[in-house]
Nanobody, 124 residues
Framework: QVQLVESGGGLVQAGGSLRLSCAAS????????VGWFRQASGNEREFVAA????????YYADSVKGRFTISRDNAKNSEHLQMNSLKPEDTAVYYC?????????????????WGQGTQVTVSS
């Protein structure tokens, strides 16, 4: 079992930065693939980024590549999403997710554990 709690969302102007954090509890976090998804109002939940258990492999949606960076600290049971050069279209609720699968999946159906979400709003 893994419990996830996000923090760090807020309101920022276009071009600004935010750093989302996800605090995890549960012994299996260090072996889990973890990722971030987002859901804008009226839209389906979409993949943002993910990282394997050892941090060696990361994968990003094309829409955030070069602007967002995912990282994790297994010693602190946490993961982070550094978001730079934010755009109004990045506005959404951001969710931290984890899966026991040993590979990265861009499908939200592949992730068993979810946080409650944190709102990110980017003003133009």
């Amino acid at each position: 079992q893994v419990q996830l709690v996000e923090s760090g969302g807020g309101l920022v102007q276009a071009g600004g930065s935010l750093r989302l954090s996800c605090a995890a509890s549960g012994r299996t976090f260090s072996t889990a693939t973890v990722g971030w998804f987002r859901q804008a109002s009226g839209n389906e939940r979409e993949f943002v980024a993910a990282i394997t258990w050892n941090g060696r492999t990361t994968y990003y949606a094309d829409s955030v590549k070069g602007r967002f960076t995912i990282s994790r600290d297994n010693a602190k049971n946490s993961e982070h999403l550094q978001m730079n050069s934010l755009k109004p279209e990045d506005t959404a609720v951001y969710y931290c997710a984890a899966t026991g699968r040993g590979y990265i999946s861009t499908s939200h159906h592949s992730y068993e554990y979810w946080g409650q979400g944190t709102q990110v709003t980017v003003s133009s």
